[in-house]
């Protein structure tokens, strides 16, 4: 595995990125992310695949899940239930209601997109931070990409990234050091501006 | 010379005029066509502008020559373009102009148009009668599967809210209607995936899980629904094991277990996509 020539490798989508999404440096990570996950699976239809974080914003989708399937999410993920301990004693099913669409997307439905975009509040264990900040982020995430993912060649590029990540030993590295290694890259330039969002 | 020349001139204009109507049809349904491949990779203001052509070519055909297709499609392209009212309008004029024979298609679409206007609205008991009939009598399998998700999604939001009687008699509902889908069709997967949902609500985990399997194993249409599926799987999975007896018990995971190998599942509770 050539670890040097795959932080090579990202840092090339870092700068091709740049040119796609100007002024907008906090989806790099998301979007590099999510293209390194379908990389080391071999999945190559990216567009579907990074945009598929879109279709599970669908409120129809959760609204609709009964009371147990909940407290079985909940109680079933050891941080969660660690967090939410207090509402899942007293049975307060409004509250993980309330929780549950901006929750199981992330933790249940393991989206590389939005895991990525919440990490910050993932590694702080800041939750409810992410119900809080949920439908203005993912809302921000979808205006901003928009541009780009119009353009066929953004689609080819971040195959191209991805590819070539994954030709060096991609998959032999954990994930946690794939995200470490995007992050540092997307902090590296000095023209690059924050890599949270605007609105966070 | 005059009079030669007019029957001519006649039909010169009788087919130039057939192939100026033509084309208004032809061209809204590309241009719907259009609209809705540029939505589906979220082209949005390229969507709406071809949604917009749609209708302004629909619109053309139904001055010069109405008829239900052309309203149909009028109507879908006011659907797509939140002009709910007036695409209720579009519908109920093509259901009044009447479809040809071999046009039961389309009137499929209208109707499954229509119920979504009603839908949006906010006339959820007109859209559920109508997604129930698309269930009954569609032979279009798109619209099928639209109608049946649909359905399946608002009367489970509206059962959240009754009283556990009236609770128990709408899900037992919502899964002969089920039933009878599957009966028509048994090899469409997300038909045994909106089952799965469907018991697990009653609470028939067993079935759940049986119809949850049947899902992964004929193939679902999205990876939300996929994932979901195997969401379902663990959480009955969970569940069943919990509360059959002993020796039943041992006997589920051991089939359980020969199923998660099967899809590669890393063990009882993890599968493929998830982080170990």
Same mark, same amino acid.
């Given at each position: ?6 932080e090579?490798?990202l840092?090339r989508g870092v ?11 906090w ?5 590099l992310y ?5 990389a080391?699976r ?15 914003l669908d409120p ?14 909940f ?7 660690r ?13 993980l209601?309330?929780a549950?669409?901006?929750?199981y997307?992330?933790?249940g ?8 975009l919440?990490?910050a ?16 982020r993912?809302?921000k ?8 993912a119009?353009?066929p060649?953004?689609w080819?590029?971040l ?10 030993g991609?998959?032999l ?10 992050i ?17 | ?14 087919f130039?005029?057939s ?5 208004h ?9 259009? =609209?809705? +491949?540029?939505a589906?990779?979220f $082209? &949005?203001? !390229? ?7 749609? /209708? ?6 139904c001055?010069r ?10 109507g879908l392209a006011?659907?797509n ?5 007036e695409a ?8 009044s ?6 046009e039961a ?9 229509l ?11 007109p859209?559920?009668?109508i997604?129930a009939?698309?269930l009954?009598k ?9 109608a ?7 009367v489970?939001?509206?059962a959240? =809210?009754? +009283?556990?009687?009236?609770?128990? $008699? &709408?899900? !037992?509902?919502l ?5 009878? /889908?599957?009966?028509?069709?048994f090899?469409c ?26 899902a992964?194993?004929?193939g ?9 599926n195997?969401n ?8 069943l094991k ?5 020796a ?18 890393r ?8 982080k170990?």
């Amino acid at each position: 595995m050539n670890k040097k020539g795959v932080e090579g490798a990202l840092a090339r989508g870092v700068e091709i990125l740049d040119g796609f999404l100007p002024l907008k440096s906090w989806l790099y990570f998301p979007v590099l992310y999510s293209a390194c996950v379908w990389a080391v699976r071999r999945v190559f239809d990216y567009r579907d695949r990074i945009l598929a974080w879109q279709v599970w914003l669908d409120p129809e989708f959760v609204r609709t899940k009964p009371d147990e399937f909940i407290l079985h999410f909940f109680s079933g993920d050891e941080a969660l239930g660690r967090e939410y301990a207090d509402e899942l004693t007293r049975g307060d099913l409004r509250t993980l209601r309330a929780a549950f669409p901006a929750l199981y997307p992330i933790f249940g439905l393991e989206d590389a997109f939005l895991t990525a975009l919440f990490k910050a509040e993932i590694e702080s264990a800041d939750y409810r931070g992410i119900v809080v900040e949920f439908a203005s982020r993912t809302s921000k995430a979808r205006d901003d990409i928009q541009p780009a993912a119009a353009n066929p060649d953004f689609w080819k590029a971040l195959e191209l990234i991805g590819m070539e990540a994954a030709s060096l030993g991609l998959h032999l590295l954990k994930d946690e050091d794939v995200q470490n290694m995007i992050i540092a890259l997307v902090k590296k330039p000095a023209s690059i501006s924050p890599t949270i969002p605007p609105d966070a | 010379m005059k009079r030669k020349l007019f029957p001519v001139a006649a039909l010169a204009l009788v087919f130039i005029l057939s192939g100026a109507c033509l084309p208004h049809l032809r061209k809204a349904k590309q241009f719907y066509a259009e =609209g809705q +491949d540029q939505a589906r990779v979220f $082209r &949005t203001a !390229a969507a709406v502008a071809s949604w917009k052509r749609a /209708l302004d070519e629909a619109e053309c055909e139904c001055r010069r020559k109405p008829s239900a297709q052309a309203f149909t499609i009028k109507g879908l392209a006011e659907t797509n373009l939140g002009r709910w009212r007036e695409a209720e309008a579009s519908f109920l004029k093509a259901f009044s102009l009447g479809y040809e024979p071999g046009e039961a298609w389309a009137s499929d679409v209208a109707l499954a148009g229509l119920a979504a206007s009603f839908e949006e609205l906010g006339l959820e008991a007109p859209a559920l009668r109508i997604y129930a009939q698309l269930l009954d009598k569609s032979a279009f399998k798109p619209v099928l599967m639209t109608a049946a998700e649909k359905r399946t999604n608002l009367v489970l939001a509206r059962a959240a =809210g009754l +009283d556990p009687e009236e609770k128990s $008699r &709408t899900l !037992a509902g919502l899964t002969k209607a089920l039933d009878r /889908l599957l009966d028509r069709d048994f090899a469409c997967g997300l038909f045994h995936y909106l089952h799965a949902q469907v018991d697990g609500h009653i609470g028939d985990l067993r079935r759940s899980y049986e119809e949850a399997v049947i899902a992964h194993e004929l193939g679902l249409p999205s990876e939300k629904i996929s994932r979901d599926n195997d969401n379902q799987l663990i959480y009955c999975y969970d569940k069943l094991k919990e509360t059959l007896p002993a020796a039943e018990s041992k006997a589920f995971a051991s089939a359980h277990s020969g199923w998660t190998k099967k899809w590669g599942w890393r063990d009882a509770r993890t599968p493929a996509w998830k982080k170990d």
